[in-house]
């Protein structure tokens, strides 16, 4: 039987302060290239729910994509653009009526984030002055509609905002926005509780500079790593350097506790640069940096996958920072072929054509920002699938459903038997970076395998994995949406309560009465009872008041889904009912 255990905060197996950094997986979506060939919305929001794209920014707040995400459990940041940035910093009441229209309004649609202008210093730096009062105003404007808590507000900068990258700890902002913008915005981030937003782009940076390396560059891991010579700080891969200088550079202006948030992430497939000649006199190639060709789907394939994996993987942290998230919003959705043509390289960042067809392989999404399984390699044999099966049953794995005569002993293969031992292993560790090794005897996916509740087969381009009977599941939890008002909570509490769900520490003197809100206490009834009813379908619904998560929800959640402050009765992930 599945154990019962109590924790004021939601984790995923056990509070561990060492545990791996974690991050969520979105997409930007674009639209001002391609106005009319693009999907329509529902068909926009099917692709997304197909490939299990759990949050997703926009670059307006277009009534009809809002109304067609509701109901869905995708995290939507919205966007006052550029243009009206000016109006919100001069009048509390537009900003007012910009929230009370565009965030307000759709209480079923999980809008956690409002980006105020973006790219403001490169784009409109004659709005650089105003930009922290409309952020300051947006804010307050949240705050009278009951907001504040659920939705964050920020503004994307270029990381050519910062003047000096390298060494990372030199980093630094320019001097015309350090102390005038960059220090008032940080001031105010860190007191509301948001993040600065960044758009990286590591690929185009490697095209305009030929002393970087590709593989550096990509993220490859054979990639000869640099030195801080300041810090003595190692660097596998351009990425990282980037994050810490932008880190440093904040540092710099006394921030210490804002996070980073990087709202666009992009490796161009092909193209070029505009004002760029065509190839020869070109733009450099993302490969052998010969000059011959354009931005390439070969490497526009491998950064993606290198960078889905490690958000995936939690493996998010950087030399600097070990225990930093990372939440990326990958540039872009769809290929904008409106945009210069398509021998334009703003024309080719999509994952998808506009046709809803991928324009190359990629890892996945892993369903709600880091959801893995580890599974038996059956090429490497039995002998070593068995050294797999019997390391992960001697250490803590929990081996008895494949024993024989339990539910999970047939079919009787070795290769069967081991992916459920490495699965409950690999979950019962919090899904480690290492967790899913076993001397490669075992790999990491991030796509759930398909084939129903009770048995389920996956195949790779080289190895079948094998069909198993049962499996250790991926965590999850049910958690209220603030947004749906007190009225409705009380509803699904009372359900809750009423129907399985074990309240009793939520009572007034209990240990996780505090906070007594609405929010904390039906966020606690609805995972109790969801997880009583070893989350089922159907269980996490609560009419609309509630939907699932796969991750352990971070500071920036609370309110819409209030819960890293107060205590969850979560069942052990690892343990099936027999």
């Not at 993606?304 to 959705?333: C, K, Q």
Request: proline content about 5%; glycine content about 10%; charged content about 20%.
């Amino acid at each position: 039987m599945a154990t019962n255990v109590s924790l004021c905060i939601l984790l995923l197996h056990h509070s561990d302060p060492t545990a791996e950094a974690a991050g969520d997986l979105g997409v930007s979506l674009g639209a001002v290239g391609n106005k009319n060939n693009m999907p329509d919305q529902s068909s926009v929001v099917q692709l997304l729910k197909d490939n299990r794209i759990s949050m997703v920014r926009i670059y307006d707040a277009d009534p009809d994509m809002l109304n067609a995400l509701a109901g869905t459990g995708i995290k939507v940041m919205v966007m006052l653009p550029n243009e009206d940035v000016a109006t919100a910093a001069a009048d509390k009441s537009y900003a007012l009526r910009w929230v009370r229209s565009n965030v307000a309004a759709y209480p079923h649609t999980q809008i956690n984030g409002v980006a105020v202008g973006n790219e403001v210093f490169d784009m409109r730096p004659d709005l650089s002055p105003v930009l922290v009062q409309a952020m300051t105003n947006v804010q307050d404007a949240l705050a009278q509609q009951g907001l504040a808590d659920a939705v964050k507000v920020s503004t994307p900068i270029a990381f050519d905002a910062l003047q000096v990258s390298w060494p990372p700890s030199s980093g630094r902002f320019k001097d015309d926005i350090a102390q005038q913008v960059m220090r008032p915005m940080l001031a105010f981030l860190q007191r509301t509780g948001s993040y600065l937003s960044v758009n990286l782009y590591p690929c185009l940076t490697y095209m305009n500079q030929p002393d970087i390396a590709r593989d550096y560059a990509l993220g490859n891991a054979n990639a000869a790593a640099a030195t801080d010579p300041k810090t003595g700080l190692r660097y596998n891969n351009l990425l990282d350097a980037q994050l810490d200088a932008t880190y440093f550079a904040m540092e710099a202006l006394g921030s210490l506790g804002v996070s980073l948030k990087q709202t666009e992430h992009g490796c161009a497939s092909g193209g070029r640069p505009k004002g760029k000649p065509p190839p020869r006199g070109g733009g450099r190639r993302l490969g052998d940096g010969d000059g011959a060709a354009a931005p390439s789907k070969e490497n526009a394939q491998a950064y993606m996958n290198n960078l889905m994996n490690r958000v995936l993987s939690g493996r998010t942290g950087t030399p600097h920072r070990p225990d930093a998230d990372m939440d990326v919003y990958i540039f872009e959705l769809f290929n904008e072929n409106g945009k210069g043509g398509p021998d334009d390289i703003e024309a080719n960042y999509g994952l998808f054509y506009p046709n809803m067809q991928k324009v190359y392989e990629f890892v996945g999404f892993g369903g709600g920002g880091g959801a893995s399984w580890c599974v038996a390699n059956a090429a490497v044999g039995d002998a070593r699938l068995q050294a797999a099966l019997d390391y992960a049953c001697g250490h803590g794995a929990d081996c008895s459903a494949i024993q024989p005569g339990a539910s999970c002993f047939q079919p009787d293969t070795k290769l069967a038997h081991a992916s459920y031992a490495v699965n409950s292993y690999y979950q019962r560790n919090g899904r480690a970076s290492g967790a899913c090794e076993f001397a490669g005897a075992a790999y990491v996916v991030y796509q759930e395998p398909a084939g129903g509740e009770s048995c389920f087969k996956t195949t790779t381009t080289t190895t079948t994995i094998g069909v198993y009977c049962c499996r250790a599941t991926a965590a999850s939890w049910c958690v209220a949406n603030a947004a749906v008002g007190d009225a409705r909570l009380q509803a699904g509490l009372d359900y809750a309560c009423g129907h399985g769900a074990d309240c009793g520490a939520i009572q007034p003197g209990a240990a996780c009465f505090e906070p007594n809100t609405k929010a904390a206490h039906a966020s606690y009834a609805f995972n109790s009872y969801y997880q009583r009813n070893r989350r089922g379908s159907g269980t996490c619904d609560f009419s609309g008041a509630a939907s699932i998560v796969y991750q352990q929800p971070k500071q920036e959640d609370k309110g819409r889904v209030k819960v890293n402050t107060y205590r969850i009765e979560a069942w052990d992930q690892n343990s099936e009912d027999t």
